[in-house]
């Protein structure tokens, strides 16, 4: 018995022996490297991308590029990590992220695909040609015929100057752009996490997908996480998951986009496609000009169960809020709806500031534009803020609803809502169906006012109402005082998610607005 736990103390030790002497460090220098050294020391450092493109890592490897240094081509990763040892990439050294320059060459600077359980970090990465190129990206994550591909990490990159087609029909261009297919596999992520990044100056979109849309096919991905990114000088889409199952997109901020498109472009901030139980909370989008869409918020085409929470939207062109759905493939195994999402909690400033009242880049521009037959929406304890409009402008809309495809919008609720105008403002309803108005605040001038029978017609008192600027500290400014008519005069909605837009615990007798605390003078 003794020899037998001696051998399995030695094999043991082998196993463990084997499986440090399995994990390697890579060094790549630019300047001082050499792609005859052995790499695993900064004083042995290879040199070359086609170096690192050329070798298949472990589970385990590291990846080091050196800060300061940069490369011209692409970086394209071979071999798979596994969930006890993914393989990383990130920078040694002091000084700027390693920056690795495609110039166009390809439709990709950095390349993952089929391959699983990697982490990549602190790169800066760029993709400009001499003209734009339709599928253009800056990073492109694909898995074809793989089966599930797990944990990809990209974090804390700076991703810019990507110059993609702005037609989307063409494919567009993206900084991020991750694709999920096959047909003798079916093919999803499973943890793909976008965290940290910095995504500027790219065209036409920042972070988007493609997957299995059609309902007769639909193979969601899973645990996708989209958060903490900064995308700015984007015209497009900023952030739309695709083909996903309970995808997270939050604390993510869009602004500043160029006003770049034609009337038949297309583009909102954050929004999913054929994608069910997303939700998209503590996001900010402002500034977005596309001529067609242009929200900052949207709940579209095919999704289940969406929820839009705690967000700020604020001078966006074309509004707060799009949900639609395409009627005429509705209800069929393609297109199974666009139903139960929810809308709470959010802040809208100033949107819906489209400046073409004429000419070909006029267009309407509702603060929240229901289309088509989505179903079961819920909008409630939200709060409007709808300046005066500057000369140009065209006249405000809060609701606009029409019908994409035939049917029309049904049971869509609005409750314990805040609509505060300082002009004429209206809202536009034909063929909806059962749309119900409950316990909203209508403080202002309004055409075609819905039948709301617990309205509050009152000034709602906010803390500031002038206030305005980037930032969440800003919507502490729309808390409500304690001597406001709403404190506990909203109604209680079931599944409410238990909190505000501040945290705080929501009471029996809920406030109308998004706190359920108040400030006082």
């Not at 800066?124 to 190129?133: C, H, M, S, Y």
């Not at 093919?187 to 036409?204: A, D, K, S, V």
């Not at 954050?270 to 929200?295: M, Y």
Request: net charge negative; proline share 4%.
């Amino acid at each position: 018995m003794e020899k037998v736990f001696k051998l399995l103390h030695l094999l043991l030790v082998f196993i463990f022996f084997a499986s440090c002497q399995s994990k390697a460090t890579y060094y790549i220098d630019s300047t001082n490297g050499n792609d005859t050294n052995s790499g695993h020391s900064p004083n042995s450092a290879w040199s070359s991308l086609e170096k690192v493109n050329q070798t298949e890592f472990k589970p385990g490897d590291k990846i080091l590029f050196k800060s300061g240094s940069s490369w011209n081509g692409q970086l394209e990763l071979k071999g798979s990590g596994s969930a006890e040892a993914p393989i990383q990439i990130n920078k040694y050294g002091e000084g700027k992220n390693p920056a690795i320059h495609g110039k166009g060459e390809k439709l990709h600077t950095l390349l993952l695909h089929n391959v699983e359980y990697w982490e990549v970090r602190n790169l800066e990465i760029t993709n400009a040609g001499d003209e734009r190129q339709a599928k253009r990206r800056g990073v492109i994550v694909s898995a074809k015929d793989f089966g599930d591909c797990h944990h990809i990490v990209l974090d804390s990159l700076e991703i810019h100057h990507v110059n993609g087609s702005l037609i989307k029909k063409e494919g567009g261009g993206s900084a991020i752009f991750w694709q999920n297919r096959g047909d003798s596999i079916l093919t999803r992520f499973i943890g793909l996490q976008i965290t940290n990044c910095y995504l500027h100056h790219c065209e036409r979109n920042g972070i988007n997908a493609s997957g299995y849309t059609n309902r007769k096919k639909w193979h969601p991905s899973l645990n996708v996480v989209i958060r903490h990114n900064l995308l700015e000088q984007i015209p497009g889409d900023g952030i739309v998951p695709i083909g996903t199952d309970g995808a997270l997109i939050e604390y993510n901020i869009m602004r500043d986009c160029p006003d770049s498109f034609t009337t038949t472009e297309a583009a909102a901030g954050i929004w999913p496609w054929s994608a069910d139980n997303t939700v998209i909370q503590f996001n900010e989008v402002s500034g977005h000009k596309a001529n067609w869409d242009g929200q900052g918020f949207d709940s579209d085409w095919n999704c289940q169960n969406t929820i839009i929470q705690y967000n700020y939207s604020h001078d966006n062109y074309g509004g707060f809020l799009l949900v639609c759905n395409n009627g005429s493939n509705v209800h069929t195994a393609q297109n199974i709806g666009t139903t139960n999402t929810i809308i709470r909690y959010n802040v809208s400033i100033n949107d819906g500031i489209r400046p073409y009242k004429t000419g070909p880049k006029g267009w309407f521009s509702p603060i929240m534009h229901l289309s088509g037959p989505i179903e079961n929406t819920q909008i409630y304890n939200n709060v409007f803020v709808i300046p005066a409009k500057q000369s140009g402008d065209i006249d405000r809309t809060i609701v606009q609803m029409d019908n994409w495809g035939g049917p029309w919008p049904e049971n869509t609720l609005f409750a314990n809502n805040i609509f505060y105008v300082e002009e004429n403002t209206k809202f536009s309803f034909e063929g909806d169906i059962n749309t119900k108005f409950s316990n909203n605040c209508f403080y202002g001038k309004f055409e075609n006012l819905p039948n709301d029978p617990a309205a509050i017609f009152e000034d709602p008192q906010f803390f500031n109402v002038s206030a305005r600027g980037a930032g969440f500290d800003v919507l502490k400014n729309f808390m409500l005082t304690k001597s406001s008519p709403l404190n506990g005069k909203g109604i209680v909605i079931e599944n409410n998610g238990g909190k505000d837009l501040f945290g705080n615990k929501l009471g029996e007798k809920p406030t109308i607005g998004i706190s359920e605390t108040s400030m006082s003078y």
